[in-house]
């Protein structure tokens, strides 16, 4: 009894028992606000409406082999699979909907950890990336909104495919390839975002393995990514976007700008909205905004340079995931939070991995200081 109660608290403070905690946790603070909101969102009503129409086993194969359950202009299986079961067990209850997003949020915990500890050999970054993620827009967006569990369906298998793929790099288990291609496959079906994957997985291989592993990696990415391309236009009949495109695109300047709020956040928002809405106030150092936006600048900057000093091309490939992740969504800039969700992934391990490296740096000082206490305390003992 006690070697299962040893076990078990060994486990808990390590990164796995961590980022369970980080779980129960931010379920536990979540789920109340989850009765506070009807169904709304953007496109539930046509979802629950075409559910209502069709919600049998045909209609279910049907999103396998043409649009999904919202409408015509794509196809995700995987996630119309969800909405349907949804509504299965849920009906039309808003909190059940949630939940399911929720719950999705939440296993993106250990994907981080999965990444950090498999892919980076840096274990301890998981559960802070985690906290991070929680603490970030739009996760809390995201929870609200079901029919925005695209982009958390996709940014959870795009984690799992990233941590494969960088084990396989390091390691070189063919295992490992079997197990990014597999999770890149429903990151796909989920939504065309992950189409743009091989091009961050190329940008990786640069800087971290430029050898005949990463060119295999790089080689079967794009070909499964071709692969689902051709197949979806052979079941749609029509290219990634369709006309959807035309109907909301924006000038190219704006899209360059978002680009660039979105990979300098939180900087640009607080250097064009923040810090000039108090000018001109006597107290604006009173403001609670101004000091809250201070705060965050100052942790990403930080971030960064941490990185940036300790491992570049680590910062590299993290850089190059929140860029390049972001580009298919640049036609729909500015339109809802929750297209900057999967770029947001990559900030939040930017934040892990700054975590640990300090936590590093500090700890065998710590440790020192804690050793000449003691032998102080001795000798004046003696």
């Not at 050999?121 to 609200?144: C, F, N, R, Y």
């Not at 051709?230 to 360059?256: C, E, I, N, W, Y």
């Not at 490939?317 to 990559?346: E, H, K, N, Q």
């Amino acid at each position: 009894m006690r070697e299962r109660a040893r076990q078990l608290t060994r486990w808990l403070v390590s990164p796995w028992g961590a980022t369970v905690m980080v779980m129960v946790v931010w379920l536990a603070i979540t789920m109340p606000g989850l009765l506070h909101f009807g169904m709304d969102g953007p496109d539930m009503s046509v979802i629950l409406e075409h559910l209502q129409e069709d919600h049998s086993l045909r209609a279910v194969i049907s999103w396998f082999t043409g649009p999904w359950v919202q409408g015509p202009e794509y196809y995700r299986p995987i996630v119309s699979v969800l909405h349907w079961m949804d509504f299965m067990v849920w009906g039309e209850n808003a909190w059940g909907w949630r939940l399911t997003n929720a719950i999705i949020i939440a296993l993106t915990f250990p994907a981080l950890t999965w990444l950090c500890d498999r892919g980076l050999e840096k274990p301890w970054a998981g559960p802070a990336a985690a906290v991070a993620l929680a603490s970030i827009q739009p996760t809390a967006e995201m929870v609200d909104w079901p029919a925005w569990r695209t982009d958390a369906v996709c940014g959870l298998f795009l984690l799992l495919a990233t941590g494969a793929a960088l084990a396989y790099l390091r390691e070189g288990s063919r295992g490992r390839l079997w197990l990014a291609l597999g999770m890149l496959l429903l990151a796909l079906l989920s939504k065309e975002t992950a189409i743009i994957w091989p091009a961050f997985a190329a940008v990786a291989v640069l800087l971290i393995a430029r050898d005949v592993r990463g060119l295999t990696l790089v080689a079967s990415a794009t070909a499964l990514t071709g692969a689902f391309w051709l197949m979806r236009v052979s079941l749609l009949g029509h290219p990634l976007l369709g006309a959807m495109s035309l109907s909301v695109d924006f000038k190219t300047g704006t899209q360059l700008r978002f680009l660039l709020q979105t990979v300098t956040a939180p900087l640009y928002v607080d250097i064009t909205k923040v810090y000039p809405s108090v000018e001109g106030q006597q107290v604006w150092f009173l403001v609670p905004t101004v000091w809250r936006a201070v705060f965050a600048d100052a942790v990403f900057i930080c971030a960064n340079i941490v990185v940036g000093l300790t491992n570049v091309r680590l910062l590299g490939v993290l850089w190059a995931w929140r860029i390049i992740t972001y580009l298919p969504s640049m036609p729909f800039c500015c339109m809802w939070d929750f297209y900057y969700y999967i770029p947001t992934l990559g900030t939040a391990v930017l934040y892990g991995v700054a975590a640990t490296t300090v936590a590093g740096i500090v700890r065998p000082h710590t440790r020192s200081w804690r050793g000449e206490g003691a032998n102080t305390d001795v000798t004046e003992a003696s």
